[in-house]
């Protein structure tokens, strides 16, 4: 099987980014690896769609360092490659990382995933769902009960008068985006105080303002489903609590702590049975929930992390059944006689 891992850039991968673990994780399972970046695809006038990917020598890596070096190899060979001999496409970038300098690159993954699919590639997550949740909006699709109120505007009144409602503080972030760039809390709806963070979120367009949860002290836990359903191993939930990192809490909070252990409880996986059937509905094959007491902060589609952190924490390695759900999705695709629409097939 021919495994396609869509990113940024080669040059930005790190050894323990959750994608390399997956591709890692692939090669072991004695499958092809290419990795495809947003200036690899041409669309030719006979309606052909081909790659200039590089491909990944097929060996066994048992370090991620060693699989991270060979990737990085200036001597990899790169081929041209149709689509239509690429088993699974999986859609591993972060949009936010391109739209300053290169927005032309933020959604290549989608528009080409979306030819890819329709040329009978298992495309993963479906490109139609990752359209959907190119920004923080698609947060405001869940259901009302397990999310915190927001307010998106980018009038500062409006945004003041919110902050002035919540006595324990807010936080705001960019719409668009991911990670923790730009992210505020915000204790005073202070002229001074109020008019630096606007200015500081604004520049990236829209502002959510979110209630501070005070549960947040105790870091957030991030956990994730594949097919709808919480990931585990045995036991093992594929999860782990994010720690906040030390510091003025009034400050950016770009800065993670460590991670931690996870204790998933039932409030927990209560929850996620209450996204469940939207998740699946819209085809998102792996997400990561950003979940802080019983509530959700954040919907990760985009190139959910963590993976390495939860291999640590457990000694338990969750990229293998990840890839083995790859190869079920391939498998049915092939034996359907008319061909399975991918965002149904991608959460099978």
């Known amino acids: 099987m021919r495994i396609a891992f869509f990113v940024n850039a080669i040059e930005g991968e790190s050894p323990l980014f959750t994608t390399s673990l997956l591709a890692a994780a692939a090669l072991s399972r004695d499958h092809e690896v290419i990795y495809v970046t947003p200036d690899d695809f041409t669309l030719r006038p006979d309606g052909a769609l081909v790659v200039h990917a590089k491909v990944l ?107 002035e409602s919540h006595p324990k503080g807010a936080i705001l972030k960019p719409l668009q985006g991911s990670g923790r760039r ?34 947040a ?30 510091g003025d809490q009034q400050s950016n909070i770009c800065a993670i702590g460590a991670a931690a252990p996870a204790r998933i409880t039932d409030d927990i996986l209560a929850l996620a049975e209450r996204v469940r059937p939207k998740l699946v509905a819209d085809g998102v094959f792996l997400v990561g929930l950003d979940i802080v007491g019983d509530k959700l902060l954040e919907v990760n589609v985009f190139s959910p992390g963590g993976l390495w952190n939860m291999r640590e924490l457990y000694g338990v390695d969750f990229s293998n059944p990840i890839i083995r759900a790859v190869e079920n999705k391939v498998a049915a695709q092939a034996v359907s006689k008319e061909g399975i629409d991918n965002r149904m097939l991608a959460t099978l």
């Open 57 to 163: 020598p097929s060996k066994k890596f048992k370090k991620p360092e060693t699989f991270h070096a060979a990737l990085q190899d200036e001597s990899l060979q790169r081929r041209t490659i149709e689509i239509g001999e690429i088993d699974a496409l999986l859609l591993r970038n972060d949009p936010s990382l391109d739209l300053a300098a290169r927005p032309w690159a933020a959604h290549a993954g989608i528009l080409f995933g979306r030819f890819a699919a329709q040329r009978g590639v298992v495309v993963l997550n479906d490109p139609e769902a990752l359209a959907l949740a190119q920004n923080k909006l698609y947060f405001e699709s869940f259901p009302d009960v397990v999310r915190p109120p927001a307010l998106i505007s980018r009038n500062i009144d409006e945004i003041r008068h919110f902050i």
């Open 182 to 215: 730009n992210v505020f809390k915000v204790n005073s709806a202070s002229k001074s105080n109020l008019n630096k963070v606007f200015e500081a979120v604004g520049v990236d367009g829209y502002i959510v303002a979110q209630p501070y949860l005070p549960e």
């Open 217 to 246: 002290k105790a870091g957030g836990i991030r956990l994730f489903l594949l097919n709808g359903q919480p990931l585990k191993h045995g036991d093992t939930y594929a999860a782990l609590r994010r720690m906040p990192a030390r």
